[in-house]
Structure formats: structure tokens, C-alpha cells
């Protein structure tokens, strides 16, 4: 054992002991930026979408804003995952990638699925379309929208949904405004509803599932007259279903922070 006394002659001659700095991070390379540009090129151009599917509703075509809606909706799906594998937030620190798709998810997830409520007269009264509008507000703002366990925290403003089966449902305005108020409401219940590209569990199933789901929805807004008398519309209903019942049963309620 070293006595104390040569322990001070030892600092004393040689200095304190300091702890190694750590390995700063590599610098990206030219193609791992690229790919990072690429991908918020990706999520910007949901931007670019929503004004088509804008203007498609201000010319009264809704078959055509609800493919722009669907479009809009294979962005959102996939930029995530992508940006998850080129690391941008590493690659690009500069940029704020989930402040990006928060702004073009208003506008393609509240914005113009409200619009395009109020152009198919979906609701009793225009001024019911209030009510996603603000919901969704206080719904993305808030800082826990997203938890630490990868579920969203309340409805997660699914209104592009809820749009396009008022339109190919064919759904009375009595309907559609329950639907409105109902799910509005579950936009401030603390409820946890899955976040499918990030799920732990049954994630392949699920994303299996999705895409079959997606493949029905597309055929059901191309050709509505055709696929109207094979129900296909609401058979596609099972799974929406079926993500409300898997997060009710993986997600259930959350527990806010102190």
C-alpha cells in the first residue's frame, strides 16, 4: 500500500490525474450527408403535396385530393425509418428533422383533411371543423406528444382518416360530426396509441397488416363507384379497428411525468 506522504511527493511531481477526453464524433462523409439531405428532401416535399391536395379541394375534385392524402400518407410512413438509418440528426445537426415533419404533419394531418371536411359538407355546421383544428393544436405542441417508450400520447390527429372514410363511407353529416367530436376529445385523454414503425412487439404483423390495409384504402379512392357494392371500404375498417384495440392493449393509459 502506498503511504499518503508519496502519494502527495507523486501529484506533486507529476500533477493531478485528468480524465481523458472523449473521442470526438467522426465527420460525416460527403454520401452520409447526401443521404441526409435526401431524406429531408423527403419530408419537405409532404409539403408540396398538401398544396396539391389543397388545390385539388378548392376545385371541388376530392377523389383527387384524397390520392394527394394518400400520397402524403407514404411520405409520412417511410421518412422516419429513413431518417432513423441515415442518422441525420448526427449527420445534420442543424437541422431540426422533427420540427420539419411536425409542420408538414399539420398541414397534411389537420389541415387539409379539415378543408377538405368542409368542401364534401361532411359536417352539420362548418364551424364544427374548430374543433380538430384546435385539438390537433394543443396535440402537437405539447412536449410529450410522443413518449419515452415510442407510443403517441393521445389521438394522434388522424384526420385524413377520418376524412376520407366520411367520403367513401358516403357518412351522413350526423355521423361524421359525432366522429369528429369523439375522437377531438381523445386528443387530450392521456391514452397511448401505437407508433407502428417503432413497436417492440407484433411490429411485422402490424406493418403487415398496414400495408394490405393501405393497398384496399388506395383501390377503394381510385375506383369508388367499382369497389362500393363489395363493401370494401368497410371491410377496410378492420384495421383501424385493430389498431385501436392493439394500443388500448400494448399502450392503455399513460402516466404523465411529475
Given amino acids: 500500500m502506498t503511504h499518503p506522504a508519496s502519494e502527495r511527493r507523486i501529484v506533486a511531481a507529476t500533477g493531478p490525474t485528468r480524465p481523458s477526453a472523449p473521442a470526438s464524433e467522426p465527420a460525416a462523409t460527403p454520401g452520409a450527408r447526401v ?49 432513423r438509418a441515415a442518422r441525420v440528426e448526427r449527420v445534420l445537426p442543424g437541422i431540426d428533422g422533427r420540427r420539419l415533419d411536425d409542420l408538414v404533419d399539420f398541414l397534411n394531418y389537420v389541415i387539409v383533411p379539415t378543408l377538405f371536411l368542409l368542401e364534401a359538407q361532411a359536417l352539420w355546421h362548418p364551424a364544427w371543423v374548430a374543433l380538430p383544428v384546435l385539438a390537433s393544436a394543443y396535440g402537437f405542441s405539447q412536449r410529450e406528444a410522443k413518449t419515452d417508450d415510442d407510443f403517441f400520447l393521445g389521438f394522434p390527429s388522424y384526420w385524413n382518416l377520418v376524412a376520407l372514410y366520411a367520403w367513401a363511407l358516403q357518412a351522413t353529416p350526423a355521423v361524421t360530426t359525432a366522429v369528429v367530436m369523439g375522437f377531438s376529445v381523445l386528443v387530450f385523454v392521456p391514452l397511448k396509441y401505437l407508433y407502428p414503425s417503432k413497436m417492440t412487439r407484433l411490429r411485422r404483423s402490424t406493418l403487415g397488416l398496414g400495408l394490405v390495409w393501405f393497398v384496399a384504402l388506395v383501390v377503394v379512392v381510385a375506383f369508388p363507384e367499382w369497389t362500393r357494392p363489395w363493401r370494401l371500404a368497410q371491410i377496410s375498417l378492420a384495421f383501424p379497428v385493430y389498431y385501436l384495440v392493439l394500443s388500448l392493449a400494448l399502450g392503455g393509459w399513460a402516466r404523465r411525468r411529475p
Fill in 35 to 83: 443521404r441526409a439531405w435526401a431524406v429531408h428532401a423527403l419530408t419537405a416535399s409532404g409539403a408540396l403535396v398538401a398544396v396539391a391536395a389543397l388545390a385539388a379541394v378548392g376545385a371541388g375534385d376530392l377523389q383527387r385530393a384524397a390520392l394527394w392524402m394518400l400520397v402524403a400518407l407514404v411520405i409520412d410512413s417511410a421518412d422516419g425509418s429513413l431518417a
